[in-house]
């Protein structure tokens, strides 16, 4: 959901609210192969960080943890 004329009437404060679907605000079709690798990479590093962050905090003795 997207809010429109927030900002754009101070007489009227209540928001007007329309309601769009995923597929048309992901445009799954128009997204760069390229940006969605990087997207995958940094998003699977991240995951790999916090498992290793956990597993230090499991071991914090064992300097190969």
């Known amino acids: 959901m997207l809010p429109l004329g927030g900002c754009a009437s101070w007489q009227k404060p209540a928001l007007s609210v329309q309601e ?6 992901l445009s799954a079709d128009q ?7 990087r997207i995958l990479r940094e ?13 230090v905090k499991q ?3 064992n300097v190969d943890a």
């Open 31 to 37: 997204i760069d192969p390229a940006m969605r690798e």
């Open 59 to 61: 071991h914090p003795d």
């Open 20 to 25: 769009t679907s995923s597929p048309e605000l």
């Open 43 to 55: 998003v699977g590093q991240d995951v790999q960080e916090r498992a290793l962050r956990d597993e």
